[in-house]
């Protein structure tokens, strides 16, 4: 069974970046890089929002649109690690972002769940 922790999380004035990491204990029979990993974020009181995805290919959809043009998300293969790359932070991103992980071709929902790590971005 698949293991994802994430770390990275904190506290950042408006305006600053952080770099998001999730780095997944992978069972014997499957390969990390054969597997889609997205990004999800669930700030106070609302639902959780899919944020992005990067294929097994390397291919990067950033879903949503209030994270267009400031979020990005990479992977290192040898590391078993996927990042999310944020910038230009705003207090509305102020949530708990978790990665998952989907086995192959993307689909929702997603196989395996980080804990999630927290994000304050203070005006």
């Known amino acids: 069974q698949e293991q994802l922790v994430e770390s990275g999380g904190g506290l950042v004035q408006a305006g600053g970046s952080l770099r998001l990491s999730c780095t997944a204990s992978?069972?014997?029979?499957?390969?990390?890089?054969?597997?889609?990993m997205g990004w999800f974020r669930q700030a106070p009181g609302k639902e959780r929002e899919f944020v992005g995805v990067?294929?097994?290919?390397?291919?990067?959809?950033v879903q949503s649109d209030s994270v267009k043009g400031r979020f990005t998300i990479s992977r290192d293969n040898a590391k078993n690690t996927v990042y999310l790359q944020m910038n230009s932070l705003k207090p509305e991103d102020t949530a708990v972002y978790y990665c998952?992980?989907?086995?192959?071709?993307?689909?929702?929902?997603?196989?395996?769940w980080g804990q999630g790590t927290p994000v304050t971005v203070s005006s």
């Open positions: 992978m069972s014997t029979f499957r390969t990390f890089s054969l597997c889609a």
């Open positions: 990067i294929n097994w290919n390397g291919d990067v959809t």
């Open positions: 998952a992980l989907r086995y192959g071709t993307w689909k929702i929902p997603p196989e395996y």
